[in-house]
T-cell receptor, first 114, second 112 residues
Framework: EPEVTQTPSHQVTQMGQEVILRCVPISNHLYFYWYRQILGQKVEFLVSFYNNEISEKSEIFDDQFSVERPDGSNFTLKIRSTKLEDSAMYFC????????????FGPGTRLLVL | GESVGLHLPTLSVQEGDNSIINCAYSNSASDYFIWYKQESGKGPQFIIDIRSNMDKRQGQRVTVLLNKTVKHLSLQIAATQPGDSAVYFCAENKDTGNQFYFGTGTSLTVIP
């Protein structure tokens, strides 16, 4: 069964450093998403991406965040200058259509900012 | 703003019993709902969905009930198995976009 993959599984970084989280969505999906989950809290939507542009973003997704689909398979989330509060599990998801379609989630990248 | 919440943070059931996990949502404009299962160290996994034009939907061993009057969603798991032990989230969506709003989750423990 096709699945979303994410790398790395864990990342530790110093506050102020840039990190890039990588995702390979399911190959025939067209919509891509990033979510985060701070330890013990709910999953929170960050951004959705379609046709090489952001289609929606939440208030969490401020100027320090960016997303990119650099080639036909990867989907990345960049955090330019990490803060302690960015420590969380980051999930990538993809779907075939938008509204109402189920999203398939990757296993997540656990980011720890020191 | 929107909020999706769960009544009980933890639930323990005996293997073979039925489980019921509840969820309250506050946005009456939400018209699509999903239940996810999240096992330790993994991402959320789709279980079952329901649209607002329905009040019940059944899958394999799972049933979702939607009561729009009181904005309540429930997940029923029949003959609960040890492999069902996980955190269960409900999530809601409005047709104006593809943001999903998640609840905080209920941790289900199945006692063998």
């Amino acid at each position: 069964e096709p699945e979303v993959t994410q790398t790395p599984s864990h990342q530790v970084t110093q506050m102020g450093q840039e990190v890039i989280l990588r995702c390979v969505p399911i190959s025939n999906h067209l919509y891509f998403y990033w979510y985060r989950q701070i330890l013990g809290q709910k999953v929170e939507f960050l951004v959705s991406f379609y046709n090489n542009e952001i289609s929606e973003k939440s208030e969490i997704f401020d100027d320090q965040f960016s997303v990119e689909r650099p080639d036909g398979s990867n989907f990345t989330l960049k955090i330019r200058s990490t803060k302690l509060e960015d420590s969380a599990m980051y999930f990538c998801a993809s779907s075939w259509t938008d509204w109402g379609e189920t999203q398939y989630f990757g296993p997540g990248t656990r980011l720890l900012v020191l | 703003g929107e909020s999706v919440g769960l009544h009980l943070p933890t639930l323990s059931v005996q293997e073979g019993d039925n489980s019921i996990i509840n969820c309250a949502y506050s946005n009456s404009a939400s018209d699509y709902f999903i239940w996810y299962k999240q096992e330790s160290g993994k991402g959320p996994q789709f279980i079952i969905d329901i649209r607002s034009n329905m009040d019940k939907r059944q899958g394999q061993r799972v049933t979702v009930l939607l009561n729009k009057t009181v904005k309540h969603l429930s997940l029923q798991i029949a003959a609960t198995q040890p492999g069902d032990s996980a955190v269960y989230f409900c999530a809601e969506n409005k047709d104006t976009g593809n943001q999903f709003y998640f609840g905080t989750g209920t941790s289900l423990t199945v006692i063998p």
